[in-house]
T-cell receptor, first 114, second 109 residues
Framework: EAAVTQSPRSKVAVTGGKVTLSCHQT?????MYWYRQDTGHGLRLIHY???????EKGDIPDGYKASRPSQENFSLILELASLSQTAVYFC?????????????FGEGSKLTVL | GQQVQQSPASLVLQEGENAELQCNFS?????LQWFYQHPGGRLVSLFY???GTKHTGRLTSTTVTNERRSSLHISSSQTTDSGTYFC???????????FGTGTRLQVLP
């Protein structure tokens, strides 16, 4: 079973502050993803990466930066946190596309911006 | 970009009834996965099924690639099936995996 670990699991931040959410996977997967989920809604793609030192924009990248310093680690950075970024954030990894494209998710990180 | 629609948006069943959840997408999908989300938030992968039919226990997933649709059938529903079901799709020309809007299922005792 693929292991994807997120930290912190829960965080309270102040408006205008910097927040970094971290994701670590131990299964040598090439692809990693960051999603956000608002209460009662589906998951929306923020950023993703298919190789270290490279990131791609998802569907809602504004207000977020991503960093992939190694194959195992993928961070989501909120330089100036805003109230509207209160949500649960999920990280996922997958080995590749096609027949190997299955996503493995972390437990989620609940962010509250006050 | 890829659009993913799920229906129904919500569904209420009596325990023992069957359910059919639909996922329709706008472009040919090379990656398709069904997830169950616990009421507490944890996501569980049910099927990775870009084409054909797969079974596990009371669940069956059928994807018809050229018709751009997939279904999830739950037989003999149980109260523990309550939660939200998502399909997630990636198209052949992108590595983006996009989620559908979800179906919220409630199974009553």
């Amino acid at each position: 079973e693929a292991a994807v670990t997120q930290s912190p699991r829960s965080k309270v931040a102040v408006t205008g502050g910097k927040v970094t959410l971290s994701c670590h996977q131990t299964n040598n997967h090439d692809y990693m993803y960051w999603y956000r989920q608002d209460t009662g809604h589906g998951l929306r793609l923020i950023h993703y990466s298919y190789v270290a030192d490279s990131t791609e924009k998802g569907d809602i990248p504004d207000g977020y930066k991503a960093s992939r310093p190694s194959q195992e680690n993928f961070s989501l950075i909120l330089e100036l946190a805003s109230l509207s970024q209160t949500a649960v954030y999920f990280c996922a990894s997958s080995p590749g596309g096609g027949d190997t494209g299955q996503l493995y998710f972390g437990e989620g990180s609940k962010l509250t911006v006050l | 970009g890829q659009q993913v629609q799920q229906s129904p948006a919500s569904l209420v069943l009596q325990e023992g009834e069957n359910a059919e959840l639909q996922c329709n997408f706008s472009s040919t999908a090379t990656r398709l996965q069904w997830f169950y989300q616990h009421p507490g938030g944890r996501l569980v992968s049910l099927f990775y099924n870009p084409s054909g039919t797969k079974h596990t226990g009371r669940l069956t997933s059928t994807t018809v690639t050229n018709e751009r649709r997939s279904s999830l059938h739950i037989s003999s529903s149980q109260t523990t099936d309550s939660g939200t079901y998502f399909c997630a799709i990636a198209s052949s020309n992108t590595n983006k995996v996009v989620f559908g809007t979800g179906t919220r299922l409630q199974v009553l005792p």
